[in-house]
């Protein structure tokens, strides 16, 4: 599956964003989908992530509660709306897919930038 994500740009610290990330190519509804961040000169860290269905989630604990992770199925689109934004969310957002949710997540979109100004 190809995935191309969109939706980052610059926003000040409290604002929020939504990135959205297109698949093609695969059988979307076969693959888990997560949403994964790089700050510069950090490692890449989990972020949140959602089932086949939609019918379950996740996050990573320094987004609980202000990100929220969804799914179209018909569309083919995995959405990650970001409120309340902080200067440390400031990364390259990934989508990334896993499928059946069976190992690791094979397949990458190419990042989309996210600046939080303070």
């Known amino acids: 599956v190809q995935l191309q994500a969109s939706g980052g740009g610059l926003v000040q610290a409290g604002g929020s964003l939504r990135l959205s990330c297109a698949a093609s190519?695969?059988?979307?509804?076969?693959?888990?989908m997560g949403w994964f961040r790089q700050a510069p000169g950090k490692e890449r860290e989990f972020v949140a992530a959602v089932t086949r269905s939609g019918g379950s989630t996740r996050y990573a604990g320094s987004v609980k509660g202000r990100f929220t992770i969804s799914r179209d199925n018909v569309k083919n689109t995995v959405s990650l709306q970001m409120n309340s934004l902080k200067p440390e969310d400031t990364a390259v957002y990934y989508c990334?897919?896993?499928?059946w949710g069976i190992g690791t997540y094979d397949s990458w979109g190419q990042g989309t930038l996210v600046t939080v100004s303070s």
């Open positions: 190519g695969g059988t979307f509804s076969s693959y888990d």
């Open positions: 990334a897919a896993n499928w």
